[in-house]
């Protein structure tokens, strides 16, 4: 008889480890001798499932460019900050009233916006271009001092930025503790349905052939049964990403 075992009190990680583990311990004993390929199909199609919501990311497939897009736009302010200080101490009286100006204006949003969080940036990035753009003594100072073009660049990797990161925080929003919630319980459903029938089939059968992959899957369980024991008196660790690996 295949014991029963609480798979929800697994971890994410462990519950995935446990469920792959289990359904390959079942194909290696030739589930269709053992009359269980439609449950054990229906049980891997759950642990996909779930491994498409688990399996995330921490590191989107946005992060990398999100990340040079940010270098960029650091790189892009930083630079066009110090070529307006600069022109503060230029010959020409009318180029210093200009820098001055942009100065004064990069000083109201802060000097180092490239220190602020992501969403900060972005839309301090994004109010500081609009003034150079619409207010007219900004616009002229730009102009004046040929900096139009930076100022188009800095604004287009903003921009950039923005789509992405929104794509981003999207993706994440797709996968919801409720959805986690109820892929992991869809999992042990599949995985119930899956020991009841082998169970069912043991009863009736008397040629033995059901008494290895039971011995394989009570097995199995014993060893996740220490970890679920080994893990009380840890609460001060817990953590949904720390998990043990079972071999």
């Known amino acids: 008889m295949i014991k029963l075992f609480p798979i929800l009190d697994l971890r994410n990680a462990e519950l995935l480890k446990y469920a792959n583990s289990s359904a390959d311990l079942v194909d290696g004993n030739n589930p269709a001798t053992l009359v269980i390929v439609p449950q054990l199909t229906a049980f891997r199609s759950r642990i996909s ?14 992060s990398p460019e999100i990340q040079a897009l940010d270098t960029l736009r650091d790189s892009y302010f930083k630079g066009i900050y110090q070529v307006i200080n600069g022109f503060t101490k230029h010959f020409d009286p009318r180029t210093r009233q200009a820098a001055t100006l942009l100065s004064k204006n990069i000083k109201l949003y802060g000097p180092e916006i490239n220190k602020l969080n992501y969403q900060a940036e972005t ?90 992959v039971t011995n394989e899957l009570n097995a199995r369980s014993d060893q996740y049964t220490n970890v679920l024991h080994s893990r009380q008196g840890r609460r001060g660790c817990e953590d949904e990403d720390d998990f043990w690996i079972v071999e």
Request: charged share 35%; no cysteine.
């Open 123 to 212: 839309s301090v990035i994004d109010s500081m271009t609009k003034d150079w753009e619409n207010k007219p003594e900004l616009a002229d100072a730009i102009t004046l001092l040929n900096l139009r073009d930076w100022r188009d660049e800095i604004k287009r990797k903003n921009t950039e930025f923005d789509t992405l990161y929104t794509q981003r925080t999207q993706e994440y929003g797709g996968r919801t503790q409720d959805k986690l919630k109820n892929k992991r319980e869809e999992v042990a459903q599949a995985y119930q349905v899956l020991v009841d029938n082998l169970n069912a089939r043991n009863t009736l059968d008397d040629t033995g052939k059901y008494t290895k």
């Open 49 to 62: 499932e779930a491994e498409a919501l688990f399996i995330m990311p921490r590191e989107s497939s946005y």
